[in-house]
Each structure stands twice: as structure tokens, then as C-alpha cells.
T-cell receptor, first 112, second 112 residues
Framework: DADVTQTPRNRITKTGKRIMLECSQTKGHDRMYWYRQDPGLGLRLIYYSFDVKDINKGEISDGYSVSRQAQAKFSLSLESAIPNQTALYFC???????????FGPGTRLLVL | SQQGEEDPQALSIQEGENATMNCSYKTSINNLQWYRQNSGRGLVHLILIRSNEREKHSGRLRVTLDTSKKSSSLLITASRAADTASYFCATATDNYGQNFVFGPGTRLSVLP
């Protein structure tokens, strides 16, 4: 969905490095989410934000942090990347009162 | 913990046949959604069914929900090669998005 963009699309990094994944949206949605996808496990929620001042941990927040710089921007950071954080990361947005989520194209991260 | 579990994990059919995928979940829900993911891309919302609904249609898609059995099915009729993708059910216990849980998905292959 071109309304939700993620950068970078692919990233290879080494253990211990700090990595930031960025998400931008033009849908005007207040709510934004970060998920990771691993083979056979579906998507798991890392963090979510219902507005600029509201940040909440999801199911698997350990090892991750986020920043909501503006309504349209939500960044995910790995302070010290480790190999088991190798995964496909998705950003999503939704409108308050509507449960449908709109996903970005994903960032494929490989931690060596 | 995963709320939704799709069945089968993988399904291979011929073009023109119908494809049925099932989703089971464990706790009471507010709504259930089905998403499609083409290989390596973001998820796309297909259809939402609320807990007080039993069946919904959208084009070639038919979704049923049986809250007594805590299960849902997605039927794709007259399948096409372009339907080849992974299909995920996602359950929500409210309308706010923080309890939105995806299953591991069913990988559908439609052979020409």
C-alpha cells in the first residue's frame, strides 16, 4: 500500500549495531503499529501508538524501542541488534474506531 | 500467545477450483478479519466479520463465523493463479487495536 511506506526495504547488519526502521503514512491515521513476521508464526505486535503522545508495548517489545515523531511517522529501533531479530518487519496504521489495518511493504532485516 | 490458528498450513489447487481455509481461535472476540499477503509484501485487508454476524460476502470471497465453535472459514470461489498468496486470520477482542492477533497463515497455491 503506497499510503504506508517503510525504509529501508532491506537491511543487513551485524550483531551489536543500532538499527532504525522508519515508517511514514499519508492516510491521516492516528494509530500506528510495528509487527515482526517470522516463518510459521504469523505477525506479532512489537509496539503500537494511538497518537503522538501514546506509546504502548506489544507482545514482544523486549530489545526494541519506538519513537512517534509526528502523526505520520513511527520509527522502530533495535538498540543492539542480535541474530534472532532477523525477520520481516511491518508497519501498519488504522483509524480510531475502525479495526482494519493498512500495512506497509515491509522491511527485511538480516542480523549477522 | 496466538489467538488464531489457520488450517491447513498449505493448500494447492487447480485454477477454477474453490479454496477453503479455516481459522480457529481460543477466546471470545469482537471481530475477525482475513488478510492476504503476496510473497514478501505487506498484508492486504480482505474482509471483516463481526461477532454478531454469521456470514459475509465480498466478490469471490465468502467468510463464515461460528462463535460457538470459535472458528471461521474463508472460501475463495473459482480460484485464479493471482489468488496465490498466504492468507491470515486476525482476531480482535475490541475495536481499539491493541488486542489484534494474527494466526500463522495458510499458504495457497493456485496452479494454472
Amino acid at each position: 500500500d503506497a499510503d504506508v511506506t517503510q525504509t529501508p526495504r532491506n537491511r543487513i547488519t551485524k550483531t551489536g549495531k543500532r538499527i532504525m526502521l522508519e515508517c511514514s503514512q499519508t492516510k491521516g491515521h492516528d494509530r500506528m503499529y510495528w509487527y515482526r513476521q517470522d516463518p510459521g508464526l504469523g505477525l506479532r505486535l512489537i509496539y503500537y501508538s494511538f497518537d503522538v503522545k501514546d506509546i504502548n508495548k506489544g507482545e514482544i517489545s523486549d530489545g526494541y524501542s519506538v519513537s512517534r515523531q509526528a502523526q505520520a511517522k513511527f520509527s522502530l529501533s533495535l538498540e543492539s541488534a542480535i541474530p534472532n531479530q532477523t525477520a520481516l518487519y511491518f508497519c501498519a496504521t488504522s483509524d480510531p474506531g475502525r479495526v482494519t489495518q493498512y500495512f506497509g511493504p515491509g522491511t527485511r532485516l538480516l542480523v549477522l | 500467545s496466538q489467538q488464531g490458528e489457520e488450517d491447513p498450513q498449505a493448500l494447492s489447487i487447480q485454477e477454477g477450483e474453490n479454496a477453503t481455509m479455516n481459522c480457529s481461535y481460543k477466546t471470545s472476540i469482537n471481530n475477525l478479519q482475513w488478510y492476504r499477503q503476496n510473497s514478501g509484501r505487506g498484508l492486504v485487508h480482505l474482509i471483516l466479520i463481526r461477532s454478531n454476524e454469521r456470514e459475509k460476502h465480498s466478490g469471490r470471497l465468502r467468510v463464515t463465523l461460528d462463535t460457538s465453535k470459535k472458528s471461521s472459514s474463508l472460501l475463495i470461489t473459482a480460484s485464479r493463479a493471482a489468488d496465490t498468496a498466504s492468507y491470515f486470520c486476525a482476531t480482535a477482542t475490541d475495536n481499539y487495536g491493541q488486542n489484534f492477533v494474527f494466526g500463522p497463515g495458510t499458504r495457497l497455491s493456485v496452479l494454472p
